[in-house]
């Protein structure tokens, strides 16, 4: 832990030195601060008794042994595939969906980063650049809404064209009996999170040996 205000016990000689245990060491500026000398930093960790320490070691090992992105590779349960592709796949469906109903016009536009952001320049950066690859894959022509992107990342924004020029971005807003525009109470559900985050939980628990029904091979037959 990072040095806090104590002390934490009267005096030394009342830490269990067979509850001590040494985790990691690691370079650290002071306070943070490149320009001040580098220090040393130690990890480590410290309880009442051995056998306390020896239960939070025992989890730790089998945490790291259930980890869902080790697990997921090593068993082949995730397919990592790259993000442009992920995105050119979503604007092959949005266009199947919009070409089901008629429309075969429409605005689109690339919106990035606002003023008001979180994350680091990295993360934007490769989100855009990987928007535009899908965009220029489809061979779509696009516009840049310079910052118009939300708080936590880039969008593409399409705006649908009817049949006498009008374009729409679908909203979730209506107009009641009484020709006032309102927005509906919208219930949110969400049972399993996300999928991949369901799953991840799911790998973790199991350790990767899932009961038979959920299993990717239920049965295999050896030839004698």
Known sequence: WDLCAGPHVANTGDINMDAVALESVAGAYWRGDESKAKLQRVYGTAWETPAQLKAYTALKEEAARRDHRKLGQELDLFSIQESAEEIRGVLDLVEEVLSTFGFTKYEVNLSTRPEKSVGDDKFWQLSEDSLKEALQSKGW????????????????????????????????????????????????????????????????????????????????????
Request: charge should be positive; proline fraction near 5%.
């Open 141 to 224: 022509d696009y516009k840049v809404d310079a910052g118009g992107g939300a708080f936590y990342g880039p969008k593409i924004d399409i705006k649908i064209q009817d049949a006498i020029g009008r374009k729409w971005q679908f909203d979730i807003a209506y107009v009641d009996e009484h020709n006032n525009k309102l927005r509906p109470i919208m219930i949110h559900r969400a049972i399993f999170g996300s999928v991949e985050r369901f799953f991840g939980i799911l790998i973790e628990n199991y350790a990767g040996a899932f009961p038979l029904w959920l299993a990717p091979m239920q049965a295999s037959r050896l030839a004698t």
